[in-house]
């Protein structure tokens, strides 16, 4: 609690006093505090010492760094526990997911899936703590490593569930005594998976999986992906695969997913949208995922149908549909005829339909044609209610997934890009031996180069158009980034899905749909001032970002000075190492370590890097 002070203070006179200096000391740094706070600002020019590890060059900077000692020191002085670190949350809470409590919206009434479903408002209020590992956790290993073989204490997931687990994977994963893995005979993913991806291309009509590229097919939401097997292997392909199921207890699709370094987020649609705009995937895709398609007046698959783009398919694989093997009144097949979905082929137990081209089709008049949505407002959608009406017919991006074109030619695009790349040299620079000395998993000298990797799970907390995702992609680095675009700004989703990329709308007043321990490196540029400007917690944001992050794991904060103060102040609270390094644009980065063993009583230090 004490080592800020003594940090400050070794800043300004030197090495770590002793006790019988450390009053003299508080004195003379309260003196300067009030001599500060009563004086005009030229007499503090005068004032004659060097800080020359610190970052405070000029005298605004070193007033408002005063200001900010002078409150720690005023908590401490009046008792106040401001300062105090955060206690650890209990064992129950390590796989803990806020706005998920499944027994208490039970409670509350809800059933038939809405059980699942996300209400934040029921996990407010709650105390302050830091979820911790299980005991057994082990760093992951690194990419491409870890996506093959992961840690079973790391995950929630028993013997029995994985060998009952409907997946049409379950056969060829080996549970190991402490691993899980995914590995086939001959070596990468499953043959399976191969062989049901070559079929789905060969049914949309391409030679080969490796054609989807050119047919269009760039990103592809997997509900339900049983243990990502599938997009792994388009991932191998150059697609962006994002698995996304809902909240589970045990045996979490999405937690074996991120664990394995392949993009995953919860989410369901029972009984509200996506927090994804309308038209946003060329394909959706789902194997066994236990969505009843023909309930709730096909209100689901009116879902997916926003989110596909013109020309999108819809692939559903599954032992329930092949009764009905080529029966074309089945209760979807009909609706599918409503939304305008033209029947693409059947082979066993897989089905594919493709949205129309023609925008016009919904708004024809056509008997029994499901009609357009009146208002245009689901471009923010973000957790609205379902709805019954076509979404997305009036939008500008309606443009087939056959036709369109792969260049995005826009000025303030490009500005994005340009100072990410900038971004990310310094951050690569920087996380480096300088800043923390003995991080197992900082990038540097020892950089593996492709594939390897030891940051693999990104998250661009306010990703803009998606430019750090491109610098890393430029750069070489093999991770792939969860584009975080903020509720509330300007949506700039559509054109990061456009790149082929991950992304998800969120309010960062709430937490993240996703499972505690799943991201390496968080980065968030000018997102602080933002929050703040919103009225909302930094503390609790910075305990959730705690949350996702995996032990070890990087935090990159780009603000102003005042907000990356306050959380310099919040992160020795909770535990995090925290380095401020000054940048001359105005911004200051913010570099956070969390650490292992302050998480995890220094019980467990067994580290495992990887296998380069
Ligand atoms: C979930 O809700 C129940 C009942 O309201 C409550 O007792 C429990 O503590 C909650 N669990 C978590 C992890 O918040
Ligand atoms: C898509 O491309 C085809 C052939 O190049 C063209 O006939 C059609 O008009 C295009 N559709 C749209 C919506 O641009």
Redesign the pocket.
Known sequence: MRRPIFHKLSLIFGPRPPWTWLLLCLFSVLALIVLLRSSTSTSFDSVTFSIKSDIYINYRRLKEQAASDYLELKSLSSGNNILKEISLCGREREHYVPCYNVSANLQLGFTDGEEFDRHCELSQHQDYCLVRPPRDYKTPLSWPVGRDVIWNANVKITKDQFLSSGSMTKRLMLLEENQISFHSDDGLIFDGVKEYSHQVAEMIGLTSDVEFLQAGVRNVLDIGCGFGSFGAHLLSLKLMAVCMAAYELTGSQVQLSLERGLPAIIGNFISRKLPFPSLSYDMVHCAQCGILWDKKDGMFLIEVDRILK?GGYFVLHGSSLSTKKGSMDSPIEEFTQKICWTFTAQQEETFIWQKT?DAQCYSSGKQGVIPPCKEEHDIQSYYQPLSSCIGGTESKR???I??RSSKVEQYEFYEDFESSRLALRNYWSLLTPLIFSDHPKRPGDEDPLPPYNMIRNVMDMNALYGGLNAAFLEAGKSVWVMNVVPTRTRNTLPLILHQGFAGILHDWCEPFPTYPRTYDMVHANGLLSNLILEGCSLKTLLLEIDRILRPEGWVVLSDKVGPIEDARMIATQIRWEARVIDLENGFINLYIRRKHACIDDARNLSIVIGLY
């Open positions: 013109p081209n309606w443009i087939p056959q036709n």
